[in-house]
């Protein structure tokens, strides 16, 4: 169940952590828009005395239609009371890092960027791709990435060695096939 | 005499049999020193979360299966939580409530499960160690719990058991008074394990103060599971924020307190011994409680075949659940965490109105945390020590590289 709290909420849950803590299962959701402001909260959540958090997780999700294309959402989990924050931002293509802060937030952006595309500028470490093959090309779980895929890939016996190859026929993603099957 | 030693670097895997999987590593050595430990992941990625986005929520489950192959069920299950916060509950909330027994056959499967897995990670730890013996035992005992598997869905791993609105048939008569015996003489076979390794000197010079992740470390990585428990924190969902029947059972959370590989794997033999108890305590609850093992309603699973024919509404929600998946979803955005085997694992769903599938469904495997902090955890450490220190994180590349 996913809420979005309010600053005041939010505050309270800074003063109270313990009466939050029964949302264990439903996240806070906090969405915050201008970069500074979600500097300076990450950076609260990490460091402050009572909820001293820890980057649990960090998920993407695209929608092609807006300019703000992607949403991120890091979710924070402070061992000490039990409760999870997620702050959510919407970018264009690229978003502050965040592995100054956190060790786990190094695979997690290098996975976003591998699935989605998004830049994480001011890293402090290598991103690169993580999931994908060596030399792959284009962001699998954007919404205009077919679920085939553009490439196959087989084992050449001239060459010895894996190929790519187009494609041969333009397969149409199962999404589609079912939009054209439900109409 | 002047030598100078070059570092060179060294390609652990992909088809290195202590690898566990399909895992390359690139180590940058000093002689036999490690200085970096890169690891390549991704060599099992199938794209399971863009999958999920592709079928209903009924079609999504047994991709779950498929994540972890060791502990099948575990990950099942929170997806079956995270579908069962998708309804509303408000209207039609008797038919929505999970009977009793459902519960505890979940609470039952889970456990044995967590025995499944363990038992992988003990013994091809200790295997790839230096110790046979144990993993040949080991492999005797999975099989007999994959055997109940079998009994209670048909498939010996990948199950689709646990469903959501329940499980996904009761369990046969039989079952409980096997699962029982099995259960009994498990304590035993535990003990001879331990008996083989756990004052075993050649197993204690390999595993003693090898990898070790300090608690801040390891919060820092995000590391759950064994790998938190081992470094010393008090961390188990099961207690924190208990789901099925997890809060009425008595057990305790085994903590290491170094958090070496020694400390992972008593953590795991004792976690083993906690599991045998909550199975006895399900088999005893079990006994007691009679009763269905779906919920009422017919939205969140198939009805039942015998009505099929008599009722029309049961044929509307037979056609309904087959075609568009579970039908009175609710706007938010589901979210379901459980202690699995390996660690956190969390389910996290994005619906869309129109749609009877899965905007995006993101799938927090706990091994990628782990694999991730194996840099920081062989710095400094020698090959032979690597080879003891991924076995003790207990890594399956199906769930990494989902």
Same mark, same amino acid.
């Given at each position: 169940?996913?809420?979005?709290?309010?600053?005041?909420?939010?505050?309270?849950?800074?003063?109270?952590?313990?009466?939050?803590?029964?949302?264990?299962?439903?996240?806070?959701?906090?969405?915050?828009?201008?970069?500074?402001?979600?500097?300076?909260?990450?950076?609260?959540?990490?460091?402050? =005395?009572?909820?001293?958090?820890?980057?649990?997780?960090?998920?993407?999700?695209?929608?092609?239609?807006?300019?703000?294309?992607?949403?991120?959402?890091?979710?924070?989990?402070?061992?000490?009371?039990?409760?999870?924050?997620?702050?959510?931002?919407?970018?264009?293509?690229?978003?502050?890092?965040?592995?100054?802060?956190?060790?786990?937030?190094?695979?997690?952006?290098?996975?976003?960027?591998?699935?989605?595309?998004?830049?994480?500028?001011?890293?402090?470490?290598?991103?690169?791709?993580?999931?994908?093959?060596?030399?792959?090309?284009?962001?699998?779980?954007?919404?205009?990435?077919?679920?085939?895929?553009? =490439?196959?890939?087989?084992?050449?016996?001239?060459?010895?060695?894996?190929?790519?190859?187009?494609?041969?026929?333009?397969?149409?993603?199962?999404?589609?096939?079912?939009?054209?099957?439900?109409? | 005499?002047?030598?100078?030693?070059?570092?060179?670097?060294?390609?652990?895997? @992909?088809?290195? @049999?202590?690898?566990?999987?399909?895992?390359?590593?690139?180590?940058?050595?000093?002689?036999?020193?490690?200085?970096?430990?890169?690891?390549?992941?991704?060599?099992?990625?199938?794209?399971?979360?863009?999958?999920?986005?592709?079928?209903?929520?009924?079609?999504?489950?047994?991709?779950?299966?498929?994540?972890?192959?060791?502990?099948?069920?575990?990950?099942?299950?929170?997806?079956?939580?995270?579908?069962?916060?998708?309804?509303?509950?408000?209207?039609?909330?008797?038919?929505?409530?999970? @009977?009793?027994?459902?519960?505890?056959?979940?609470?039952?499967?889970?456990?044995?499960?967590?025995?499944?897995?363990?038992?992988?990670?003990?013994?091809?730890?200790?295997?790839?160690?230096?110790?046979?013996?144990?993993?040949?035992?080991?492999?005797?005992?999975?099989?007999?719990?994959?055997?109940?598997?079998?009994?209670?869905?048909?498939?010996?791993?990948?199950?689709?058991?646990?469903?959501?609105?329940?499980?996904?048939?009761?369990?046969?008569?039989?079952?409980?008074?096997?699962?029982?015996?099995?259960?009994?003489?498990? #304590?035993?076979?535990?003990?001879?394990?331990?008996?083989?390794?756990?004052?075993?000197?050649?197993?204690?010079?390999?595993?003693?103060?090898?990898?070790?992740?300090?608690?801040?470390?390891?919060?820092?990585?995000? #590391?759950?599971?064994?790998?938190?428990?081992?470094?010393?924190?008090?961390?188990?969902?099961?207690?924190? #924020?208990?789901?099925?029947?997890?809060?009425?059972?008595?057990?305790?959370?085994?903590?290491?307190?170094?958090?070496?590989? $020694?400390?992972?794997?008593?953590?795991?033999?004792?976690?083993?011994?906690?599991?045998?108890?909550?199975?006895?305590?399900?088999?005893?609850?079990?006994?007691?409680?009679?009763?269905?093992?779906?919920?009422?309603?017919?939205?969140?699973?198939?009805?039942?075949?015998?009505?099929?024919?008599?009722?029309?509404?049961?044929?509307?929600?037979?056609?309904?659940?087959?075609?568009?998946?579970?039908?009175?979803?609710?706007?938010?955005?589901?979210?379901?965490?459980?202690?699995?085997?390996?660690?956190?694992?969390?389910?996290?769903?994005?619906?869309?109105?129109?749609?009877?599938? $899965?905007?995006?469904?993101?799938?927090?495997?706990?091994?990628?945390?782990?694999?991730?902090?194996?840099?920081?955890?062989?710095?400094?450490?020698?090959?032979?020590?690597?080879?003891?220190?991924?076995?003790?994180?207990?890594?399956?590349?199906?769930?990494?590289?989902?």
């Amino acid at each position: 169940m996913d809420k979005r709290c309010t600053r005041l909420e939010l505050t309270f849950s800074f003063l109270f952590p313990r009466l939050v803590s029964s949302i264990f299962f439903s996240p806070f959701t906090l969405l915050v828009d201008k970069a500074d402001e979600f500097k300076n909260l990450i950076y609260i959540l990490k460091h402050s =005395f009572l909820v001293k958090s820890f980057l649990n997780d960090f998920t993407a999700m695209d929608h092609p239609y807006l300019i703000r294309r992607f949403e991120l959402k890091y979710q924070l989990l402070s061992y000490l009371f039990s409760n999870r924050f997620s702050l959510q931002r919407r970018v264009s293509s690229r978003a502050y890092s965040v592995d100054n802060l956190f060790e786990s937030a190094n695979w997690l952006e290098r996975e976003i960027w591998d699935m989605f595309g998004v830049i994480f500028v001011k890293n402090t470490k290598e991103i690169r791709r993580i999931l994908t093959d060596y030399g792959f090309q284009g962001f699998p779980l954007r919404k205009d990435f077919p679920v085939t895929g553009f =490439f196959q890939v087989r084992y050449s016996e001239k060459k010895k060695r894996l190929i790519y190859f187009p494609l041969k026929v333009a397969e149409l993603s199962l999404r589609t096939a079912r939009n054209v099957d439900n109409a | 005499m002047d030598f100078s030693v070059k570092n060179f670097t060294l390609n652990f895997g @992909p088809q290195h @049999p202590a690898a566990h999987g399909v895992l390359r590593l690139v180590l940058k050595l000093s002689g036999e020193e490690i200085l970096r430990a890169d690891p390549h992941i991704g060599l099992l990625h199938r794209g399971t979360e863009k999958l999920m986005e592709q079928k209903t929520h009924v079609q999504a489950l047994p991709y779950l299966d498929r994540l972890d192959y060791v502990s099948m069920m575990a990950y099942e299950h929170t997806y079956s939580l995270a579908i069962e916060s998708l309804i509303k509950t408000n209207r039609l909330y008797n038919r929505m409530v999970l @009977p009793i027994r459902a519960k505890v056959i979940r609470t039952l499967f889970l456990e044995l499960t967590r025995l499944l897995n363990h038992l992988m990670a003990v013994t091809t730890h200790a295997l790839d160690v230096g110790a046979l013996t144990p993993f040949l035992w080991g492999f005797e005992e999975r099989e007999r719990l994959m055997e109940f598997y079998e009994r209670v869905s048909g498939a010996r791993m990948h199950a689709a058991y646990i469903r959501p609105g329940g499980v996904s048939m009761d369990i046969p008569e039989d079952l409980l008074n096997d699962i029982e015996i099995f259960n009994n003489s498990f #304590c035993y076979r535990l003990n001879e394990m331990e008996e083989m390794l756990t004052n075993n000197r050649i197993w204690r010079q390999r595993l003693v103060d090898v990898g070790v992740i300090p608690l801040d470390v390891a919060k820092d990585f995000g #590391c759950s599971g064994p790998m938190l428990r081992a470094s010393g924190l008090v961390w188990d969902i099961r207690k924190i #924020c208990p789901y099925e029947m997890y809060k009425h059972y008595d057990w305790m959370i085994p903590v290491g307190s170094v958090g070496d590989c $020694f400390d992972r794997f008593l953590v795991r033999i004792e976690e083993m011994r906690q599991s045998v108890s909550i199975i006895n305590q399900a088999i005893r609850d079990l006994r007691i409680i009679s009763g269905p093992v779906k919920v009422r309603s017919g939205k969140l699973k198939q009805p039942y075949r015998s009505t099929l024919k008599f009722s029309m509404e049961s044929l509307i929600h037979h056609f309904r659940f087959f075609s568009k998946g579970v039908t009175p979803i609710s706007e938010n955005r589901p979210f379901a965490v459980t202690e699995a085997p390996k660690g956190e694992f969390s389910v996290e769903l994005e619906v869309q109105d129109n749609t009877h599938s $899965f905007y995006r469904a993101r799938l927090r495997a706990p091994g990628f945390f782990h694999i991730q902090a194996l840099d920081v955890l062989s710095r400094n450490h020698l090959i032979a020590d690597i080879v003891t220190i991924i076995g003790s994180q207990d890594l399956v590349f199906g769930e990494i590289d989902r």
